[in-house]
């Protein structure tokens, strides 16, 4: 008995001498960066977080600005096109406003503007409509009955808007084509109308396409501009597409308490946000002072990779840590603390102890029961 105990003690303190050597555990050595001629300062370059780090970034910041051409853009009156359908009011004229009755619903009444353009009415005959404005159309009605109706009284409204439309792709609830109207229609508009699906949208990736040409546009940027969006207006043909999320993430890994993959549903994301989401530093098993984000993993065959470190055990790091932007595609990265490794060092030799008790325990019984 003796003897086993013995071997026990003997294996366990072999174990623990070389526990630094053998405890798992991710460990980033940034010492190794500034070696010349290593293989890591080829592909990697270690920055710190400080404030002059950040005045720097802050200074480089481009200010949002709206597309110029967008903004040279001015609604015109509506021209009315193939598809609309107008309700065409002759006052004291029931016959001329509503052949279907006036029973019916106005839709029964409109007048379509065909394939080839015209429409058709009582006493004007077929008409060129496509292209007229509202009231061309009214005028040109207007003088035509004069031959039929002593002074007559002519309105005219789209009551189906079929013409002219936008189109929306992507990441809204509502897709379907929105009409160009009497009244212009602003992108918030257009928006508000789809509703974005918050939780799935990349506010950041905007495109607006007209004319061949594509304006990439920041909403979240843009919403702290002022009359921002609404100064943009949309016109017949524009194309609208708001990019999903899924393929722009932060991933948290280490030591916090989820590991996870953060979208990336705005334009600025904190390395405090990123952590916060993923729960925080775990606090039993994190190295306040091992807190990195890498950058330019993908393209280091190009250029090193940057690695920016933060010191969390600073009174200034949580400041500094909520004024450093994280971008798609970084890894944020926690390392363990020394304790951590040891704990999970212990946990790998609790089967192996249970083992060695469990054949002891036998060999003891075996002897016991020989004797």
Aim: glycine share 8%; aromatic share 8%.
């Amino acid at each position: 008995m003796k003897k086993t105990v013995r071997a026990l003690s003997i294996v366990f303190a072999g174990l623990a001498l070389h526990a630094c050597v053998l405890a798992p555990g991710q460990q980033m050595h940034t010492e190794r960066f500034w070696q010349e001629g290593s293989t890591e300062a080829a592909h990697y370059q270690l920055v710190q977080i400080t404030p002059k780090l950040l005045a720097m970034d802050k200074a480089t910041e481009v200010p949002v600005t709206l597309p110029p051409e967008l903004l040279a853009f001015k609604p015109k009156p509506y021209r009315i096109g193939v598809g609309d359908s107008l309700y065409i009011t002759v006052w004291e004229h029931p016959e001329l406003t509503s052949p279907a009755g006036p029973q019916q619903q106005p839709s029964a009444n409109g007048r379509l503007v065909r394939a080839d353009g015209t429409l058709f009415y009582p006493y004007v005959g077929l008409l060129k409509a496509e292209g007229m404005s509202i009231e061309e159309l009214r005028t040109a009605i207007t003088e035509k009955l004069a031959k039929y109706v002593e002074s007559p009284q002519v309105d005219l409204s789209v009551i189906s808007y079929g013409s002219q439309r936008i189109t929306l792709r992507g990441a809204f609830l509502k897709t379907e084509p929105q009409p160009i109207t009497v009244m212009p229609l602003s992108l918030s508009q257009a928006i508000g109308l789809a509703q974005i699906n918050t939780e799935q949208a990349d506010l950041s990736g905007l495109v607006l396409s007209r004319d061949g040409h594509e304006f990439h546009l920041d909403l979240d940027a843009l919403a702290r501009v002022p009359h921002g969006l609404d100064d943009i207006w949309l016109k017949a043909g524009d194309q609208i597409f708001l990019p999903y999320n899924d393929r722009k993430e932060v991933y948290v890994v280490g030591e916090v308490v989820r590991q996870m993959a953060i979208p990336f549903k705005t334009t600025n994301l904190s390395l405090t946000q990123a952590i916060g989401r993923a729960g925080g530093l775990n606090e039993v098993t994190s190295k306040g002072k091992a807190v990195y984000v890498i950058r330019g993993v993908e393209d280091m065959e190009k250029e090193p990779a940057l690695i920016y470190q933060l010191n969390a055990q600073s009174p200034s790091a949580f400041a500094m840590a909520s004024q450093f932007a994280v971008r798609p595609g970084d890894v944020v990265f926690v390392g363990p603390a020394g304790v951590t490794r040891w704990n999970r060092f212990l946990e790998q030799l609790l089967p192996l102890s249970g083992l060695l008790s469990n054949a002891s325990t036998a060999k003891i019984n075996f002897l016991g029961n020989s004797n």
